[in-house]
């Protein structure tokens, strides 16, 4: 028998968490790897994103959702999402930045969360369904 999804006051909450976590590893592994151990920035930066993207897929389907999917299923969707707001956070950032001409920082910090609610939506109703 399938499980309800978790409600959304613990899930969307639980999805936020998930994400600051798996931001948090992403700096934390690409600051080390060039700080540490010399790792070209570019090169850092794509093993902190893999770390990243890693523990936000474990958190994900472990706790904000729960997920019962076979993870063969739900691994493939997360790329997809995760390639889909790539190129969403890409167009959003640019609107701001050069469109409007805003700092990138806050070019940023306003592309992230603009892109929560959509991400929520995907991942709750078709990568970890």
């Not at 499980?3 to 700096?27: F, I, K």
């Not at 700080?35 to 070209?40: D, L, Q």
Request: proline share 4%; aromatic share 12%; net charge positive.
């Amino acid at each position: 028998m399938h499980e309800a999804a978790p409600r959304h006051r613990y899930s969307l909450p639980a999805y936020v968490g998930a994400g600051g976590v798996a931001t948090a590893a992403h700096y934390a592994v690409t600051i080390v790897a060039v700080e540490m151990f010399g790792v070209a920035p570019i090169a850092a930066s794509a093993a902190g994103f893999a770390t990243g993207a890693t523990v936000k897929y474990w958190l994900n389907y472990s706790v904000a959702f729960r997920s019962n999917a076979r993870h063969s299923s739900a691994m493939a969707r997360f790329a997809v999402a995760l390639a889909a707001l790539m190129v969403l956070n890409t167009l959003l950032f640019a609107v701001f930045q050069r469109g409007l001409g805003l700092h990138y920082l806050v070019a940023q910090a306003l592309t992230t969360i603009l892109l929560i609610p959509p991400g929520y939506v995907i991942h709750r109703r078709w990568v970890f369904r």
